[in-house]
């Protein structure tokens, strides 16, 4: 069985993850998993890091990425 490692996010300035209508107003409860990522990606970018580099395994290889990400 896989081992599965929890993080806890904490956002001092609130967070709005927009769901519907054509200016997202409605609001959602969980954060999907492609959010997770751009985020991460954009992280990693602002460190100074090369957001290619992380992202390369993806395209790469999408049937054995290094980690997967699920629903916040």
């Known amino acids: 069985m896989p081992e599965f490692l929890q993080y806890r996010l904490?956002?001092?300035g609130g967070l709005?993850?927009?769901t519907q209508g054509v200016n997202l107003e409605e609001a959602g409860l969980t954060i999907p998993s492609d959010t997770?990522?751009?985020?991460?990606?954009?992280?990693?970018?602002r460190v100074?890091?090369?957001?290619d580099q992380?992202?390369?395994?993806?395209?790469q290889s999408p049937v054995d990425p290094?980690?997967?990400?699920?629903?916040?």
């Open 10 to 12: 904490r956002f001092t």
């Open 16 to 18: 709005h993850i927009g």
């Open 36 to 45: 997770l990522f751009a985020a991460l990606v954009y992280a990693v970018q």
């Open 48 to 51: 100074g890091s090369q957001a």
């Open 54 to 59: 992380f992202a390369g395994p993806y395209v």
């Open 66 to 72: 290094p980690f997967l990400l699920t629903s916040a």
